[in-house]
């Protein structure tokens, strides 16, 4: 009886130990999958896994910086071809048709004050990545470069003005 007790343990040992265990380590971080949301600012999550470190983590970082560019600036070009054919008579006749649909996505945007919030790196290498943009930043961005164009557009009348007088002044020789 004891070498049968003894052998169930072992059996039981054995099938307990191989069998699998969920994995402790998450294999993306917790805002990956819920998106932090904060009034007045936009995040991105960007995600890489590649040999260097350091590559990784600029990639992780460009392509979160990428997803809020394609928020505030985006152009979808799409398009849809179906072709059908048939050729022959009866029964005979033989019938072609071809559809493709192919959408392209364009965004050309300057981000400045992007902050990166969180890099994380999980046990398989993969390097993760959430930047966060403040619109109040980008609103005083605007401002500011509206404000260079208008002093530039005044300094620009103003050189105007000065070159009309110049040529009246010359024009009375």
Known sequence: MKNISLM????????????N??????????WAMNVPTKDGYLYGIGSTKKQSPQL?????????????AR???????SMFKNFMQESGLGENAQALEFTESVTKQV???????TIVKEVEVMRDGTVWALVELNLDDVRNAASENAKKQEALFNEFKA??????????INDLK
């Open 8 to 19: 169930l343990l072992f059996v039981f040992s054995i099938f307990f130990g191989c069998a």
């Open 21 to 30: 265990r969920p994995s402790n380590i998450p294999s993306m971080p917790s």
């Open 56 to 68: 990784a983590r600029t990639a992780a970082i460009g392509l979160a910086r990428d997803e809020i």
């Open 71 to 77: 928020s505030l600036d985006l152009k979808v070009s």
């Open 107 to 113: 965004s050309s945007t300057t981000l400045n004050a």
């Open 159 to 168: 050189e105007q003005s000065f070159d009309e007088l110049m040529k009246a």
